[in-house]
C-alpha cells in the first residue's frame, strides 16, 4: 500500500494558566510552528505487527506483534522490553477501536516518526535536510534529550493515533473532515491520559489536532468511567466506542487566530521549573484560601474573557491603523489599552498567588522582564505562558517588530525561538518529503 503522513503541531497556552484545568473556564491555545510528523505505510501479512522508528534520537525503535488477550481485547507486546507508554497506549486504544474492522486481518505497520528542532535541545545534535525538509538527529535515545515544553508527547501521540486511524480507515480518513479529527482527538486523549497515569487538562492534544482554539476542558469523569483494560469479564473495545461514538464530551474548541499584522514571538529563558509541583502547590493555594481564592480565579477568568474579546474586536475590524500605533509605541485606541490591561489583570492575580502561595507562577526576574519587554515599540502585550514559573515568555507584537536584545543585559537568559503561531491542527503532508535526508 502507499505511504501517507501526516503532522501536528506544538502549543503554548497564553491565557488560561491553571484555570484550564476546570472545566467551567475558557482558554486561548495557540498551536505553534514547530511540528511533529509521522509517515506510515503498511501490508498485509500473515503476521500482525507494528514498528515505530525515530531515526532522530539515537534510532530509536519500537516493534510490538499483536495478539489477543483473555477478554478478546487487541494487546500489543514489545519485542525487546523497551517501554514507550506513549507509544503503546495509542496502539492499543486505536486498535481496540477498531477491533471489528480488523477481525482477523494481520497487518505489517511501520511508522517512522519526525521531530521538528523546537521540541528539544538542539545541543549535541547533527542536521539532516532535504530540499523539503531539515531535522535534528542526536546520539541519545529520546529519554535523554531535553525537551522545551511544547508538547511533544501530546503531538507524538497525536500523529501517531492520525497514521494508525489512516491505515484502518483508508481513503475515509481525511484530517479536514470535522468528524474525523473529532475522532482522532478522541482517541489521543484516551491515550495521552492513560500514557501519562492521570487525566490532564487536555488542551496540548487539542491543540495539536485542532490548531490554535478557544478551549474549554471535557470532564475527567470520561476517560476515568474507562474500565482497567486488566478487567476480567469486560469488552474493552465495546466501552472504549461508546466513549468515542456514542458520548458527548461537552469540550469547546472554536478556531480563533492573532489578528492581521501581529505575530507571536516565543523565548526560552533558560531556567526550569517543574509544572507538576507548580500545580500541584497552586492547587494547595486554592483550597487553604478558598473562597478568596476563587475571587483570584474569576478576576483571572475576566482577564482571560476580556482578552480574547479584544483580539476577537481587532479580528473584525481594518487594524493597519491600530498596528501602526503599536509600532510607535504609544497605545492609546481603546481596543489595544484593552489588551494589555486584560494581561495585566491576569498578571496581577498570577502574583497574588506567587506571593501568598509560595510558588513562582510569575516570579520577580520575570516581572522584571515582562515590564521592561512592555516598553519596546512595537510589543502589544507580553505574559508568561502556560503554568508560568521561569521557562518562558510570550510576546504579541507587530509583523515588522524586532525586539532589541543585543544591547541590553535584561535579555542575556532569553533565546527567541524560531516559531510562528499556526491556525490548523492535523495536517496530511507528502510523504516523499521525508525521504533522502542528507
Not at 17 to 41: I, T
Not at 211 to 218: A, E, K, N, P, V
Not at 264 to 285: R, Y
Request: proline share 3%; glycine share 6%.
Amino acid at each position: 500500500m502507499g505511504k501517507r503522513a501526516f503532522s501536528a503541531p506544538g502549543k503554548a497556552l497564553l491565557v488560561g494558566g491553571y484555570l484550564v484545568l476546570d472545566p467551567k473556564y475558557q482558554s486561548y491555545v495557540v498551536a505553534l510552528s514547530s511540528r511533529m510528523h509521522s509517515v506510515v505505510e503498511f501490508k498485509q501479512r500473515d503476521q500482525f505487527r507494528i514498528k515505530v522508528i525515530s531515526a532522530q534520537f539515537d534510532n530509536d525503535t519500537w516493534e510490538y506483534h499483536i495478539t489477543y488477550d483473555a477478554q478478546g481485547n487487541l494487546i500489543a507486546q514489545e519485542d525487546n522490553q523497551k517501554n514507550n507508554p506513549f507509544v503503546e497506549k495509542t496502539i492499543f486504544n486505536v486498535l481496540n477501536y477498531f477491533k471489528d474492522t480488523i477481525n482477523d486481518i494481520k497487518y505489517d505497520i511501520t511508522i517512522e516518526i519526525f521531530s521538528d528542532s523546537g521540541f528539544h535541545s538542539k545541543d549535541e545534535s547533527i542536521t539532516k535536510e532535504n530540499d523539503k525538509r531539515k531535522f535534528n538527529f542526536h546520539k541519545k535515545t529520546i529519554t535523554k534529550v531535553p525537551k522545551t515544553g511544547l508538547g511533544s508527547s501530546a503531538c507524538l501521540v497525536t500523529v501517531l493515533t492520525s497514521a494508525l486511524v489512516s491505515v484502518f480507515m483508508g481513503g475515509k480518513f481525511d484530517v479536514q473532515n470535522d468528524s474525523i479529527l473529532l475522532l482522532t482527538h478522541n482517541l489521543a486523549q484516551v491515550a495521552h491520559c492513560q500514557a501519562q497515569g492521570k487525566v490532564g487538562s487536555g488542551f496540548d492534544v487539542a491543540a495539536a489536532t485542532f490548531g490554535s482554539i478557544l478551549y474549554q476542558r471535557f470532564s475527567p469523569d470520561l476517560i476515568n468511567s474507562l474500565p482497567n483494560i486488566n478487567q476480567v469479564d469486560v469488552d474493552y473495545s465495546n466501552e472504549l466506542r461508546k466513549l468515542i461514538d456514542e458520548t458527548d464530551w461537552n469540550f469547546t474548541h472554536k478556531r480563533i487566530r492573532l489578528p492581521k499584522g501581529l505575530r507571536l514571538v516565543m523565548g526560552d529563558v533558560k531556567s526550569g521549573s517543574e509544572t507538576t509541583k507548580m500545580v500541584a502547590k497552586v492547587k494547595q493555594w486554592y483550597q487553604e484560601n478558598y473562597p478568596r481564592s476563587e475571587d483570584v480565579y474569576n478576576s483571572i477568568n475576566e482577564g482571560n474573557m476580556k482578552f480574547i474579546e479584544a483580539l476577537d474586536t481587532l479580528n473584525n475590524i481594518n487594524s493597519d491603523g491600530l498596528v501602526n500605533e503599536i509600532d510607535s509605541g504609544i497605545i492609546t485606541s481603546r481596543v489595544l489599552v484593552d489588551a494589555r490591561a486584560a494581561i495585566e489583570q491576569i498578571r496581577k492575580n498570577f502574583r497574588i498567588i506567587t506571593n501568598e502561595g509560595n510558588v513562582d507562577v510569575e516570579p520577580v526576574v520575570q516581572t522584571q522582564l515582562l515590564d521592561h519587554v512592555l516598553n519596546e515599540k512595537g510589543v502589544l502585550t507580553a505574559m508568561i505562558p502556560g503554568a508560568g514559573g521561569y521557562d518562558a515568555i510570550a510576546i504579541i507584537v507587530s509583523e515588522k517588530c524586532q525586539i532589541q536584545t543585543s544591547t541590553n543585559e535584561i535579555f542575556d537568559n532569553v533565546t527567541f525561538l524560531d516559531l510562528k503561531q499556526e491556525d490548523l491542527g492535523i495536517l496530511e503532508q507528502k510523504p516523499e518529503d521525508y525521504e533522502n535526508l542528507k
